[in-house]
Each structure stands twice: as C-alpha cells, then as structure tokens.
C-alpha cells in the first residue's frame, strides 16, 4: 500500500510491503524433512527480503532448531509502531549455540541463538516501469514515484568469519551502490557475499549479475542474491516470458549460474564446496595458501513432505538470558582458535597463552583495553580448564590429543562448558583440515 506526499510538480509517495499471510511454520518444517532426506543435514537457512515479521524470528529459530540448522538469515520487516514512524528493513542473522555441524538432532530445551543485525541502508524507488512490471498499478499510480517507506540507518555492515570463511551480507538496493560500504566489501574481501532482495528473476541480464559480477572480479568473492518467488511470478515485463529464476550464484571459479524453483517445488537446496586457495600480494612477497574459495556444486528442488517432523518444536526462548554475548563469543572464539594454532606448533606454550587471556593481564592495560566481563572471564577459565583436562600424548600428539578430548560429550556439563567446549573444538578441527600434517609431536 502507498501514501502519496506531494501532488504537485514530481509527485512521490511512500509505499509500505504488508503481506496479510505470515510466515508458514508447517510448511518449513515439511520442507526441511525433505531437505534433510536429501542432504543429511542443513547447516543454513536464507529467507528473502521482508519475508518475516520481527514477532515471528524466535518460533522460526526453534523450528530450525530442532531440524539441527546453524544459521539463519531472514529478511526482517518491522511495521510501525507509531503513525509519524516508518517501518524497520533490515537482514536478521541467528546462529545456533551448539556451533556443531551435522551433529545430533536436540531432544530437549533449547539454549537462546547468537543474533547479529544488518540494516538496509537505501530505500527502494519505483517508477512507471516498475509499477507496470510487477503489476502493482491497482496498488500505486503509475504516475507517482514511489519510496518504500523505512528508516535510512547509519551504515554499516557486519562481517561474519567462521574459521577462514568470511561472510558479509546486504539487503537489495546495497549491493548496487558504490558507497563507503562497497569500498569497505573491496577492503576485507570476503569469501561469499550474501544479497537478500524484494525483487524480479535473478537473470544473469539483470543488474543484480552486473554487480554480483564486480564482487566476484574484484575482490575475488563469491555472490549469492535471493529474491522472493512472488515477486518473480509477479514480474511481466513487455516481450519476454515469465521467468522462475529466484536466485543467482557468482563465483571466480565457475561463473554464473542462474537457480530457478521449479514447478511444485518449495524450496531449492543448494550444497557449496570450500577449496584451499592461494592469496597473493603485490609488493613480491611469496603466495601463500591460507585463503578459502567457496563455489557452488549441487542443486536441488525441494518439494515438502507429506508430513512433518517426529519430533516437537522446542519452547521458545525468547526472555532467555544467552550464555555469552555474541560480542564475547568472538573473543572467546580468538582464544580457542589461539590455542589450537599453539596446540599444533608450540604445546609448551599453551599455558602461557592462556595466562594472557585472563583478566588483569598487562597487555590490555598497555592498549587501553578493559578487562574481559564477568561471564567472559568464566568462559576463558572452563577453556583452560578443558585445556588442562586433555589427557597427556602418549602415541599421539598434543594437538590430537586436545581434539579427542573437546569431541567428547560430557554427562551433566554446565551450558557455558559446553559452549566453550564446541567453541575449541570448532576451532581444532578447522585447523586440522586446514592442515592435517602440521601438527607437532612431543
């Protein structure tokens, strides 16, 4: 629906995305049982631009919870909450706390997810053409430019980095604006930039290809855009044929390929594979292999099962008290990645690093940092403390031995030991792929 604001001379108005159907929990669960069917697990979840009300995340996430998903990314629609306030887009991003690849299906509670939030940051604008491609003139005088109507933030964007794999993630108009988010996207050079839209097919004529195009020449990513299947059925522009293009990857290595839903299909499962790949500078220093690619391998149309999963949604946690911040999580998440690197070059110094990880350590003084909080403090405590319960190598390794230890579950383990538990050894275990043959021996 729209408001118009002026009605003379260049006429404009605001318009507002208010579906009247909310967000369909059977149906993803049924389409989840088939995608589990398929691929065994699925570790992420992308939803489209605007496809979830804020009230809706925390029952979606306990549905995906109980289906064993990692992460979340949904687009978020606020409504107004006041008449002189617009409403709220943005891009919500949830990560499950047992930080565990295909591990096993939960059976009881739940513990609150990570949440991070990336905002919109330029308004949509849509002209006559527009109006009449998506069919929307019953809605919006062709004749009035019309803005969606939301709140232009402060920019800025979060980067997500999950051992070598960095992730950055944009909401429609922002990937096509060169502004000082782009140039920052150029600067860290993430694996894979995810881009959530309200828009038409995803054609590789289209301009989301040309600059998912830019990203993927320079600096080197892998471009991912999502748009909602209504608004691909909705689009008829004059001469061609309706497209059920809903998406379309970029990458350096295999080009671009478009991703339709098919018909009678719900959902499409796409499997991506991570490569070692070289990084190389320009001031003559020696390439070295410690960067990731990410290309796309498989995919799948997902048709929903019959019937749903066996097993019950978990409760809701929505006035849950997370046991670490995300904030807190990440530095926690430095720590154990430092002990792994130490555990596989230099076991004799773990004691050491860890000293420095604990409160009133010097160096934070010296930088003008404060002490970790509280509950942090705790976390780097139980970390050393599962440090120090590693049986010592016998026939194996330090390394190894450490990574036996932190697989192994734990009857009656506090929420925060089991946290900082799947926190080291996703850090171990990423660096054994990384490099299985480096690690030391005593």
Known sequence: MGSVQRLTKDPFGFFEFAPAVGLDLDLLDRVLVAARQEAGSVDVVLLPESTVEEREIDD????????????????????????????????????????????????????PWFHLRQNKHHRWSLDED?????????????????????????????????????????VCEDLAHNDDIAQLIRSVGPTVVITVLLDGPQLTS????????????????????????GMVER?????????????????????????SLE???????????MN??????????WPIDNSTSCSAVAVHQVRASNT???????????SAVPVLELDELTVLTVWAEGVSEAAAYAPKQVDLLLAEARAGATWRAELGLTDPSARLVDAIESLGRQVRAAPSPTST???????????????????????????????????RTRQPTEANRD
């Open 60 to 111: 979606l996430e306990a549905l995906l919870d109980s289906h064993g998903v990692i992460t979340l990314a949904a687009g978020v629609r606020q409504p107004t909450r006041q008449p002189d306030q617009f409403p709220i887009n943005w891009l919500h991003l949830g990560f499950n706390p047992r930080l565990e690849k295909g591990g096993l299906l939960p059976n009881e509670g739940r513990e």
């Open 130 to 170: 527009q109006v009449e491609q998506y069919h929307l003139g019953a809605a919006l005088h062709p004749h009035i430019r019309w803005w969606e109507a939301m709140d232009v933030p402060r920019k800025a964007i979060e980067f997500v980095e999950v051992a070598e794999l960095v992730q950055a993630y944009l």
């Open 206 to 229: 289209r301009w989301t290809a040309r600059y998912a195009s830019v990203l993927a020449d320079d600096p080197g990513s892998a471009v991912l855009t999502l748009t909602s299947y």
């Open 235 to 259: 689009t008829r522009p004059q001469g061609r044929e309706a497209s059920r293009v809903i998406a379309l990857w970029k990458d350096p290595t295999r080009g671009v390929r478009e991703i």
């Open 263 to 273: 018909p009678g299909a719900h959902a499409v499962l796409v499997t991506v594979a």
């Open 276 to 285: 070692r790949a070289t990084r190389f500078s320009a001031d003559g220093r």
């Open 308 to 318: 749903g999963s066996a097993s019950p949604q978990l409760p809701s946690t929505a």
């Open 397 to 431: 390794s330090s390394f190894d031995a450490l990574l036996t230890a932190a697989k192994e579950d734990h009857p009656g383990e506090t929420s925060l030991d089991q946290v900082v538990r799947r926190t080291l050894l996703s850090m171990l275990e990423e660096r």
